[in-house]
C-alpha cells in the first residue's frame, strides 16, 4: 500500500452480514484446527469502571493527602478519549455483590468504544483490562488513595467486585456479560504516562502541533518516555498473565502503542490488533519525534493495525517506510518487519444509534427544548460544542462566526451561536483568555442591549441539556483544526431526525468527513468559506435540508459503534486465518542442544550468508565490512580439520576475496550460487559458462531505465546476475518504481527468458532459473555425505533457498538419500553420478533465521541479530578449546 495508490471506497455492510461472517470465520478456523478460547482481549488506558476504597483506604487509616488543586475539572477524574465526555459522578455503589470495601460506578467517556465492545454476542467473551485510574476515597470526596496505601487483601477484594460488577444502564446490551481486568500502575508512572507523555507529546503531535506549541513553559519531548514506557512494561505483563492460546488481542489508542512488540516478545504466538483512535500525522510531521523508531517498532508487533480512516493508514504506512527504512509486504498490505508482516486497515468508529435514538426519547429533554424555544423565538440557533483545546478550533470558528456578521450584516439580531466548550486537559489560560476576549469583542461589535450573537458556556452540561440543544439547532457548527471520528456530529444528525433536519457543517480534517459526504464540509482556516457555509446552511430550502439529513442519518445508523467492533474482530479472525500469522514461531536457538551435537560429529558443516547474517545491513553495501569477532570465529572454525566452512553470499568473488580470502580453509560461493571457490584453491568455479546468459544486455536496459526516473538509485552488474538498488532512493518512490520494474520483468521478459526475479531489500535482482543459493548447498552436500552436523544460517529470501535444500527427512525418513544436484551434474554432464545416502541425523541439522520468531521461514531455528551467531560461533570454538584443555588434564 503505497503512497501512489487509490483511495478505496468504505465498505458498508450491515451489522447482520459481519456477524454471520465472523461465525463463518471462525468455523473455518476450528476445520483447520486453529485453536479459537473464544475470548477477545480489550486493552484500554481506563477501566470504563470508577473504583472507590469504602473502609479506611491506607495502612494504619491514615487518608492519602488530597491531589493538587487542578485548574480544570477534567484533571481530576482523568481526561477521556471522547470529547463530549460528563464529568465522574461520586461513586455510588450500584451492585448489590459489590465487596464492601469497594464502591463501583460507572466511568463516563469512551461510550462509542465501551458500547462496542459490550455489543459483540455470545459465545465470545469480552475481557476489558485497564488501569483502575485514581481510586478514589469516599470518605473524603476530591482526594485519592496512593497506591501504596491499598493493601493486596483490597487489590484482590477490588478484583473480585469486579467479577460480579455490571453497569445498570437502560440498554439490553448490558445484559452481555463483561468481565473487568484492572492493571495496577504506581501513582507517578501512571500521571507521567497519560498526563505527561500522552498528552504534552503524543496528542499534539497526532494533530499536528508539536510539543512547544501548547506548552506553558519549557517543553521536552522525552520528559515523561520513562513512565510512558514504564506504564507499557506493566499493562503486557499483565495481558500475559491473563492470556490464554486462542485470545484475540485488541490494543486501543496511542497511551499502549508499545504494548504490541512486548506482548510479541512475551507471547509469541499470540494474535495482536491495535487500533488507533486519534489521527496519524504525515511522516513529515511524525518524524520530528524524538523516540519515533520505538513507537513504530512497537506498533509493528501487531499482527494488525487499524485507523480510523485510509488517509490515516497512508500517512503511518509511510512513516515507517521513510522513518525506519521498512517495506510494504509483497501483497502492498501491510509492512514487513525482518519477516513479520503487520497488517494495516482501516475501520471508521461511530456511535451507539440506538441508544442514542432512546436517549433522544427521555422525558426531561423536551421541557429544555421548550425552553431554549422560547428564549431564542425569532432567531436561527448556531450550536457548537468542543473541549476547550486548541485543535478544537474554537478561536477560529468565532472569527468565522464574526465573518459571517461581516458579510452578511442581514443575519445581525437574528441569528445566534450557542457556544459551550468543556475543560480539557491540554487547556490553557490563554486560550481561555483568547476565547472569552473574542466573544466578549464579537457581542460588543454587533450585539445589543436586547441582542446577544455569542452565547459561551465554559462548563459541562448534562446529557439532557446536550440532547436539547442539539434537537434546537438550525445548524451545527463542527470545525476542528484536526480531529478522528468526532462524536458529536452523528448524535446531533440522530437528534435532528425529530425536529427540523437542520444542515451540518464539518471541518474536512476530521476522520469523519469522508462518511459524512452530504454535510457541508469546510475549511476551518478559511474563515470567507466557513461564513458562506453557514449562510447557506440557515438559507437552505426544506427539500435540500431532508435529502441530506436522510443520507447522514443512514450513514450514522449503518456505521455504528456495534458494526466497528464487529468489523474488528472479524479483521482479527481473517489475519487469523492468513499464513504469516499461522506460521510456525520459530524457536529460539538452544545453545546446549547445538554444542551437544556439535561435540559428537567427526565432520562439521558451517555455511553462512554474508550480509544481514555475519554482518548487519547498511545503507552503503561497499561499508558491509566483517567485525574482529566476526574475522575471530571464521578463523577459529576453520583451522578445526572436523569443519568445512563456506560463505554463500549474493556478493561478488572480489567482495568476498577482499575481506575474507585471507581466511585458510574457507570455502566461498558468490552471486548466490554462480561462482564458487572449495576451501584451500584461489580458482573460482563458473557455473554460469553452460547457461544462456545473453539477456543480461536486455536487463541492463531495463534497469537503466528506472534509474535514470529515481535518483539515488544504481545498477551492480555481476557475472551471473543484474542487480538494481535503491536504497538511497526516496523510499515510497523507491518501492514504487521497483514494484512497476518487477511488473515488467515478470509479465515479460521472464516468460521468454530462463531467469528468475527477486525482490530483495531495498534491490530488484534477476538470475538465471538454475542458480540460487540451495543448488550449492547441495553441491557440498553431495561431495560431503560425510558430514553429521550441519549449521546454516541466512536472514532474506534468498537464504530460504538454502533452507528449502536442506529439508533432508521428507515424512519423517529416517535416512536422507540426496540425488545428484545441478550443480554437480552441470559441469560434467557426460559423468553418471548416483544417488549418495548422507550420515546426517534430522536432530544434528540447524537451519537457522536471523530475524523475529514469527518470520515466514523455513528454518528451524532463528536468532535475532548477526552479532548472536558470531557469539554462537565463538562459543562452539572455545567449547573445542575446553573440551581439549579437559582432554589434557
Known amino acids: 500500500m503505497d503512497s501512489f495508490s487509490q483511495h478505496p471506497p468504505p465498505t458498508q455492510v450491515p451489522l447482520e452480514d459481519v456477524r454471520k461472517q465472523i461465525l463463518q470465520l471462525q468455523a473455518d478456523l476450528t476445520a483447520k484446527g486453529v485453536k479459537l478460547s473464544g475470548r477477545v482481549l480489550h486493552i484500554c488506558h481506563y477501566l470504563p469502571v470508577v473504583s472507590s476504597l469504602v473502609h479506611g483506604t491506607a495502612k494504619g487509616n491514615l487518608p492519602s493527602p488530597p491531589q493538587t488543586p487542578p485548574s480544570k475539572p477534567a484533571a481530576v477524574e482523568g481526561i477521556t478519549i471522547d470529547p463530549e465526555a460528563e464529568p465522574v459522578p461520586l461513586p455510588i455503589a450500584e451492585d448489590p455483590t459489590t465487596s464492601s470495601k469497594w464502591s463501583l460506578s460507572i466511568r463516563q467517556g469512551h461510550a462509542a468504544m465501551t458500547s462496542g465492545i459490550r455489543s459483540l454476542e455470545a459465545p465470545s467473551e469480552q475481557l476489558i483490562v485497564g488501569w483502575t485510574g485514581d481510586i478514589q476515597n469516599t470518605h473524603q470526596p476530591d482526594t485519592t488513595v496512593p497506591l501504596s496505601s491499598i493493601t493486596e487483601e483490597d487489590r484482590l477484594a477490588l478484583e473480585k467486585s469486579l467479577q460480579t460488577y455490571q453497569p445498570r444502564e437502560a440498554d439490553p446490551d448490558d445484559e452481555r456479560k463483561t468481565t473487568y481486568i484492572p492493571v495496577w500502575v504506581d501513582t507517578k508512572d501512571a500521571h507521567g504516562h497519560y498526563e505527561g507523555y500522552c498528552k504534552e507529546t503524543l496528542w499534539p503531535l497526532f494533530h499536528y502541533l508539536l510539543w512547544q506549541d501548547v506548552a506553558t513553559e519549557y517543553a521536552s519531548a522525552d520528559k515523561y518516555w520513562a513512565p510512558y514506557a514504564a506504564t507499557n512494561a506493566i499493562f503486557a505483563k499483565r495481558i500475559a498473565e491473563i492470556y490464554t492460546p486462542g485470545d484475540l488481542i485488541w490494543v486501543h489508542d496511542y497511551h499502549l502503542l508499545l504494548v504490541p512488540k512486548l506482548l510479541r516478545q512475551l507471547l509469541p504466538e499470540a494474535v495482536i490488533g491495535l487500533f488507533v483512535h486519534t489521527p496519524w500525522p504525515s511522516s513529515e510531521v511524525f518524524r520530528c519525534l524524538p523516540r519515533r523508531k520505538e513507537i513504530l517498532d512497537g506498533m509493528l508487533g501487531a499482527n494488525l493495525i487499524c485507523f480510523q480512516t485510509y488517509s490515516y493508514q497512508r500517512h503511518f504506512i509511510s512513516s515507517c517506510i521513510r522513518v525506519c527504512g521498512y517495506e510494504t509486504s509483497s501483497n502492498q498490505k501491510g509492512i514487513d518487519v525482518e519477516g513479520h508482516v503487520a497488517a494495516v486497515n482501516y475501520s471508521p468508529v461511530g456511535i451507539d444509534s440506538a441508544r442514542v435514538s432512546r436517549d433522544i426519547l427521555r422525558p426531561g429533554i423536551q421541557p429544555k427544548l421548550d425552553a431554549l424555544h422560547a428564549l431564542y423565538e425569532g432567531k436561527k440557533i448556531i450550536v457548537g460544542r468542543d473541549k476547550l483545546d486548541v485543535v478544537k478550533g474554537v478561536v477560529q470558528k468565532l472569527r468565522a462566526f464574526e465573518k ?349 527468458r530462463p531467469i528468475e526475479v527477486l525482490v530483495g531489500k531495498k534491490n530488484l535482482e534477476v538470475r538465471p532459473i538454475a542458480i540460487n543459493k540451495g543448488e550449492i548447498v547441495k553441491r557440498i552436500l553431495y561431495t560431503n555425505p560425510d558430514a553429521e552436523f550441519i549449521f546454516c544460517a541466512g536472514d532474506d529470501k534468498t537464504d530460504e533457498d538454502m533452507f528449502r535444500a536442506l529439508i533432508l527427512f521428507p515424512e519423517d525418513e529416517p535416512k536422507a538419500i540426496l540425488q545428484p544436484p545441478v550443480s554437480v551434474t552441470s559441469l560434467d554432464p557426460k559423468r553418471k553420478f548416483e544417488p549418495v545416502e548422507l550420515a546426517i541425523l534430522k536432530e544434528a541439522v540447524f537451519t537457522t533465521a536471523v530475524g523475529v520468531s514469527s518470520k515466514r521461514t523455513l528454518a528451524s531455528w532463528h536468532v535475532n541479530a548477526p552479532s548472536q551467531i558470531v557469539e554462537h560461533m565463538l562459543g562452539l570454538v572455545n567449547l573445542d578449546s575446553e573440551t581439549a584443555e579437559g582432554a589434557k588434564l
Open 404 to 752: 459571517l456578521l461581516q458579510d452578511y450584516p442581514q443575519w445581525i439580531g437574528k441569528v445566534v451561536l450557542i457556544q459551550v466548550t468543556s475543560p480539557a486537559l491540554t487547556d490553557s489560560p490563554k486560550l481561555e483568555r483568547q476565547v472569552s476576549e473574542l466573544v466578549a469583542h464579537i457581542n460588543g461589535e454587533y450585539g445589543s442591549l436586547d441582542f446577544i450573537p455569542v452565547h459561551h458556556y465554559h462548563q459541562t452540561i448534562k446529557k439532557d441539556e446536550f440532547y436539547a440543544l442539539l434537537s434546537a439547532a438550525d445548524l451545527a457548527l463542527i470545525t476542528p483544526l484536526r480531529d478522528g471520528m468526532n462524536t458529536t456530529s452523528m448524535e446531533f444528525v440522530i437528534a435532528q431526525e425529530r425536529t427540523k433536519k437542520s444542515p451540518l457543517i464539518l471541518s474536512e480534517f476530521m476522520g469523519i468527513s469522508n462518511n459524512m459526504s452530504e454535510a457541508l464540509q469546510i475549511n476551518p482556516w478559511s474563515l470567507v468559506d466557513v461564513a458562506a457555509a453557514i449562510h447557506r446552511g440557515l438559507t437552505m430550502s426544506s427539500e435540500e435540508k431532508a435529502k441530506r439529513h436522510d443520507k447522514m442519518y443512514e450513514v450514522v445508523n449503518l456505521h455504528t459503534s456495534h458494526s466497528w467492533a464487529a468489523t474488528l474482530v472479524k479483521m482479527l479472525l481473517k489475519q487469523m486465518g492468513h499464513e504469516n500469522v499461522m506460521a510456525r514461531q520459530t524457536p529460539f536457538m538452544e545453545k546446549n542442544r547445538l554444542e551437544e551435537c556439535y561435540l559428537k560429529a567427526k565432520k562439521r558443516l558451517f555455511l553462512f550468508d554474508y550480509d544481514g547474517t555475519l554482518t548487519p545491513i547498511v545503507k552503503t553495501p561497499s561499508m558491509a565490512v566483517p567485525s574482529e569477532p566476526t574475522l575471530e570465529a571464521l578463523e577459529k572454525l576453520c583451522t578445526d580439520p572436523k569443519n568445512l566452512v563456506y560463505i554463500i553470499s549474493g556478493r561478488d568473488g572480489d567482495f568476498l576475496t577482499q575481506h575474507l580470502g585471507h581466511i585458510k580453509g574457507l570455502g566461498m560461493s558468490a552471486e548466490h550460487g554462480g561462482f564458487m571457490r572449495a576451501p584451500g584453491e584461489t580458482k573460482w568455479t563458473n557455473f554460469t559458462e553452460v547457461l544462456d546468459m545473453s539477456w543480461l544486455g536486455e536487463v541492463e536496459e531495463i534497469f537503466k531505465y528506472y534509474t535514470e526516473r529515481t535518483t539515488g538509485s544504481h545498477i551492480e552488474v555481476k557475472k551471473s546476475s543484474v542487480t538494481w538498488h535503491y536504497r538511497a532512493s526516496d523510499p515510497e518512490w523507491g518501492l514504487f518504481q521497483c514494484r512497476q520494474c518487477q511488473d515488467l520483468l515478470e509479465n515479460n521478459l521472464s516468460r521468454k
